[in-house]
């Protein structure tokens, strides 16, 4: 039986929009889902380990990766770069799972051009109000750091048209109901199936 190939799934969201906690929800309830570890030139920190948190590289390497096409997307932050390997997509698509990516709109558009059949998804909070309030309750930003995020959260919600689909996170048993099902509707999907069905249609 001819297995169906794998997704590549990118999701966005505004900081504090419940992103990780839905993630970790999915990697750990639906199999199948790889997640990508992304390369950066920074230092590791205390607790981090190579190949889980990221993979640590050198500037050279770094560059060597841009030059011979290595990396879908990149962003400098903070001094330091960050990318995804597009090896690793290809080899999990292949191998037939799926590969989850956490990136901004800007990383997620790029994915976008080089995986015409991405599926792009973004978190949205209720309304700033509500993010807000979250921010505040996680207790880490001053209310001038609250006030930049939200702009940001505004900058990157504005992007939404660029996107498959929006899970609202309202709710965070309705939002993961919503982003599980996107996953299990794109493996139905006659786009992904279509090797299998010929193969199933051709014993008939």
Do not use: C
């Given at each position: 039986m ?12 505004p ?7 839905l993630?970790?929800r ?5 199999g ?21 948190d990221y ?10 990766m ?11 932050a ?5 990318g995804t390997?597009?090896?690793?997509i290809?080899a999990?698509?292949?191998a037939?799972r799926?590969?989850?990516?956490d990136l901004?709109t ?13 599926v ?19 207790g880490?930003?001053s209310?001038?750091?609250i006030a ?5 959260a505004?900058?990157?919600l504005e ?7 929006i899970?609202l996170?309202?709710d ?9 099902a ?14 299998l069905?010929q ?6």
């Amino acid at each position: 039986m001819v297995e169906p190939r794998g997704s590549v799934f990118v999701i966005s969201a505004p900081s504090g929009a419940g992103k990780s906690t839905l993630v970790a929800r999915l990697l750990d309830d639906v199999g199948g889902i790889s997640f990508s570890v992304s390369y950066t030139t920074r230092a590791p920190r205390d607790g981090e380990v190579d190949g889980r948190d990221y993979h640590f590289v050198d500037d050279a390497t770094f560059d060597r990766m841009l030059v011979e096409g290595g990396l879908v997307e990149w962003v400098r932050a903070y001094g330091n770069r960050y990318g995804t390997g597009k090896a690793w997509i290809e080899a999990q698509v292949e191998a037939g799972r799926d590969a989850l990516l956490d990136l901004e709109t800007h990383g997620a558009r790029r994915v976008k051009e080089l995986f015409p059949d991405a599926v792009l998804i973004i978190l949205a909070p209720p309304s700033a109000e509500s993010l807000a309030a979250r921010l505040r309750g996680r207790g880490k930003d001053s209310e001038a750091q609250i006030a930049t995020r939200l702009e940001q959260a505004k900058h990157e919600l504005e992007r939404w048209p660029h996107y498959d689909y929006i899970v609202l996170n309202d709710d965070i048993e309705a939002a993961y109901a919503s982003l599980k099902a996107v996953v299990l509707a794109t493996r139905a999907s006659t786009a992904r199936m279509a090797d299998l069905a010929q193969s199933i249609l051709e014993k008939f």
